[in-house]
């Protein structure tokens, strides 16, 4: 029989010093792995034109870092739980920050887009490790304060990184976005490897890694984007490319599900989704998934394209949405900590969503500013009131050994169905745009040769520098920009409507006091327990007992020595 070792007790234990210092460097990783997706979205297009790309190699350079981190993260998350999480933390980062660095020397297109799987992959484990290791660390009723803020600078990074990319590019050039994020790698690979300390994975047998389901996830899902994300720009929907990437990606996906129910150690446990916490979360994330992504990719949009903005106004312009986001997910995660309740408050965060993408659906380019800026805040607020809590609530209601799989999964879906939505509302946009430009373009005549141009280039498809256009294109342009936005969003309202019923019928389970750690070392005694318990038992019916201390000669098949207690004294 073994005991608990005091190494893993001083992990469980630690002073509310030692988990705010330990806080900080997972946050300071979280915060890189957010920034590096946004803060080049403005300065992409001069990046690409720089490098002399095509737009088929600008959509590369996104979706290949989307393709990665969206694919890592399970992989990630299973990992956690089965090897040490503290060097997977700082693996993660380390594959970022060398991915980072390459990115920001680029000479061509196609070094970008390799360089950009590097960093979706570190991400990948920096968005789900971060969690896993914060649920280790802080219980489920403490935790909603600190998971407030992650959120918040989850929504800094988000919201901020397109303002913090058009500072930089205007001042010191594009390659500086991929350069700024590394000190803060550097500084919480340095904090996490002095103030870090996790439980390793309890396991009795030998760690079994699933690369067949990875091969089978990464192809499925890899192929799955490319289909939605092209389709119907690169190729037509009913051409053999587009049937030959979709029934590949049923074939790789639905063989994943199916090898997932076999395997020892699978990416993504199916027993998972017996648990209605975790399928009702997954269900919530998808929808909250899309309206985040869609806000981060449409907002800019809207700024520069319907009003005109520069990139840096538009960043100033999006932070009545980084208020909102930040002080809900912050200030609701202080009241979860302290009263313990959970489930008011998401479901209020939910209708605050619909509410506000309800309202962004109405936008059009001559919005008065101060109600837009209500508009984003409300919508922020409602995400910042739910997204965090849904990974909160799943760790709450998962068993430690499943942590890793449970909380990456959640990210996993979220990313997938946001990438999957914006891209379809992207679509949506494009076409939006053409109806309203041709319908307001009927019977104009160009009278100048600055019109005739203007006219030409639209015809080319390719976005418009709003700011060149003649005043009264522009005016076209403007009208058909911030029209075709609201339309998008149009698609998020009923997703937004599904996130709350299934956090309606959520069961609300009260938020434990005890972290993982705490946990897997009481399951751990629980186990010793049962196995000495099975010992007495088979002693008892086979064999003799014996007091340590004494001899005794009599035969038997079997035996166990009772120790006494040695705060007890002889004879009591």
């Given at each position: 029989?073994?005991?608990p070792s005091?190494?893993?007790?001083?992990?469980a234990?630690?002073?509310p010093?030692?988990?705010f210092?330990?806080?900080?460097g997972l946050?300071?990783g979280m915060?890189?792995a957010?920034l590096s997706?946004?803060?080049?979205?403005?300065s992409?297009?001069?990046?690409?034109?720089?490098?002399g790309?095509?737009?088929?190699q600008?959509?590369?350079?996104?979706?290949?870092?989307?393709?990665?981190?969206a694919v890592?993260?399970?992989i990630?998350?299973?990992?956690?739980d089965?090897?040490?999480?503290?060097?997977?933390?700082?693996?993660s980062?380390i594959?970022f920050t060398?991915g980072t660095?390459i990115a920001?020397?680029?000479?061509?297109?196609?070094?970008?887009?390799?360089?950009?799987?590097?960093?979706?992959?570190?991400v990948g484990?920096l968005m789900?490790?971060?969690?896993?290791?914060v649920?280790?660390?802080?219980?489920?009723?403490?935790?909603?304060?600190y998971?407030?803020?992650?959120?918040?600078?989850?929504?800094?990074?988000t919201i901020?990184?397109?303002?913090?990319?058009?500072l930089?590019?205007?001042v010191?050039g594009w390659?500086?976005?991929?350069?700024?994020?590394?000190?803060?790698a550097?500084?919480?690979?340095v904090?996490l490897?002095?103030?870090?300390?996790l439980?390793k994975?309890?396991?009795d047998?030998?760690?079994?890694?699933?690369?067949f389901g990875?091969?089978?996830l990464?192809v499925g899902?890899?192929?799955?984007?490319?289909?939605?994300s092209?389709?119907?720009?690169?190729f037509?929907?009913?051409?053999?490319?587009?049937?030959?990437?979709?029934?590949?990606a049923?074939?790789?996906i639905?063989?994943?599900?199916?090898?997932?129910f076999?395997?020892?150690?699978?990416i993504?446990p199916?027993?998972l989704?017996r648990?209605?916490?975790?399928?009702l979360?997954?269900?919530?994330?998808?929808?909250i998934?899309?309206?985040?992504?869609?806000?981060?990719?449409?907002?800019?949009?809207?700024f520069q394209?319907?009003?005109?903005?520069t990139p840096?106004?538009?960043?100033l312009m999006?932070i009545?949405?980084i208020?909102g986001?930040?002080g809900a997910?912050i200030?609701?995660?202080?009241?979860v900590s302290?009263?313990?309740?959970?489930k008011?408050?998401m479901l209020?965060?939910a209708?605050?969503?619909?509410i506000?993408?309800?309202?962004?659906s109405?936008?059009?380019?001559?919005?008065?500013?101060?109600?837009?800026?209500?508009?984003?805040f409300?919508?922020?607020?409602?995400?910042?009131m739910?997204?965090?809590?849904?990974?909160l609530i799943?760790?709450?209601?998962t068993?430690p050994?499943?942590?890793?799989?449970?909380?990456?999964?959640?990210n996993?879906?979220?990313?997938?169905?946001?990438?999957?939505?914006?891209?379809?509302?992207g679509?949506m946009?494009?076409?939006?745009?053409?109806?309203y430009?041709?319908d307001a373009?009927?019977?104009?005549?160009?009278?100048?040769?600055?019109?005739?141009?203007?006219?030409?280039?639209?015809?080319s498809?390719?976005?418009?520098?709003?700011?060149?256009?003649?005043?009264?294109?522009?005016?076209?342009?403007?009208?058909?920009?911030?029209?075709?936005i609201?339309d998008?969003?149009?698609?998020?309202?009923?997703?937004?409507v599904?996130?709350?019923i299934?956090?309606a019928?959520?069961?609300?389970?009260?938020?434990?006091?005890?972290n993982?750690?705490?946990?897997?070392?009481?399951?751990?005694?629980?186990?010793?327990?049962?196995?000495?318990?099975?010992?007495?038992?088979?002693?008892?019916a086979?064999?003799?007992?014996?007091?340590?201390g004494t001899?005794?000669t009599?035969?038997s098949?079997?035996?166990?020595?009772?120790?006494?207690r040695?705060?007890?004294?002889?004879?009591?």
């Amino acid at each position: 029989m073994t005991t608990p070792s005091s190494s893993s007790v001083s992990e469980a234990t630690r002073s509310p010093r030692e988990v705010f210092t330990a806080i900080s460097g997972l946050v300071v990783g979280m915060f890189v792995a957010v920034l590096s997706g946004t803060v080049v979205s403005t300065s992409m297009p001069v990046i690409i034109a720089d490098l002399g790309g095509t737009q088929s190699q600008y959509t590369w350079v996104i979706t290949a870092s989307l393709l990665a981190t969206a694919v890592s993260t399970p992989i990630w998350g299973k990992l956690a739980d089965l090897v040490d999480r503290k060097i997977l933390v700082q693996l993660s980062l380390i594959i970022f920050t060398v991915g980072t660095v390459i990115a920001g020397f680029s000479t061509d297109t196609n070094m970008l887009i390799a360089v950009r799987v590097v960093q979706g992959i570190g991400v990948g484990g920096l968005m789900s490790l971060v969690m896993i290791a914060v649920a280790l660390i802080i219980s489920p009723r403490e935790r909603g304060k600190y998971m407030g803020v992650v959120g918040g600078i989850m929504a800094l990074g988000t919201i901020g990184g397109p303002l913090l990319g058009g500072l930089l590019t205007d001042v010191w050039g594009w390659r500086s976005n991929f350069f700024v994020g590394v000190p803060f790698a550097i500084l919480a690979i340095v904090l996490l490897q002095f103030t870090l300390h996790l439980p390793k994975p309890q396991r009795d047998t030998k760690v079994s890694i699933d690369y067949f389901g990875i091969v089978l996830l990464a192809v499925g899902v890899s192929t799955l984007l490319i289909w939605v994300s092209m389709g119907g720009s690169q190729f037509d929907w009913d051409s053999s490319t587009s049937i030959m990437l979709a029934v590949t990606a049923g074939v790789a996906i639905a063989g994943f599900i199916t090898v997932e129910f076999f395997v020892k150690e699978p990416i993504v446990p199916m027993s998972l989704f017996r648990n209605r916490t975790f399928t009702l979360s997954v269900i919530a994330s998808i929808a909250i998934g899309v309206s985040m992504f869609a806000t981060s990719v449409f907002l800019a949009q809207y700024f520069q394209l319907a009003r005109g903005a520069t990139p840096t106004e538009s960043g100033l312009m999006t932070i009545p949405m980084i208020i909102g986001q930040m002080g809900a997910s912050i200030i609701i995660g202080q009241l979860v900590s302290r009263f313990g309740k959970w489930k008011g408050w998401m479901l209020t965060g939910a209708a605050l969503t619909t509410i506000g993408v309800s309202l962004m659906s109405t936008l059009r380019y001559d919005t008065p500013f101060p109600l837009v800026a209500v508009y984003m805040f409300v919508l922020g607020a409602g995400l910042g009131m739910v997204m965090q809590n849904l990974t909160l609530i799943v760790q709450n209601d998962t068993p430690p050994r499943q942590l890793g799989a449970a909380s990456s999964n959640v990210n996993f879906f979220r990313t997938i169905a946001g990438t999957i939505g914006v891209t379809v509302m992207g679509a949506m946009l494009s076409t939006s745009v053409a109806t309203y430009m041709t319908d307001a373009l009927k019977g104009f005549t160009p009278t100048t040769q600055d019109e005739v141009d203007a006219l030409q280039h639209l015809a080319s498809g390719d976005v418009p520098k709003v700011t060149q256009l003649p005043d009264t294109i522009r005016a076209i342009v403007e009208g058909a920009y911030g029209h075709g936005i609201a339309d998008a969003f149009i698609i998020a309202i009923p997703l937004a409507v599904i996130s709350i019923i299934a956090i309606a019928f959520i069961r609300n389970k009260p938020l434990s006091t005890k972290n993982a750690a705490e946990q897997l070392r009481e399951q751990a005694e629980e186990s010793v327990i049962e196995v000495a318990e099975a010992e007495v038992g088979a002693s008892l019916a086979t064999g003799s007992i014996r007091i340590a201390g004494t001899e005794s000669t009599t035969p038997s098949t079997g035996s166990v020595t009772v120790l006494e207690r040695e705060d007890r004294e002889p004879g009591r």
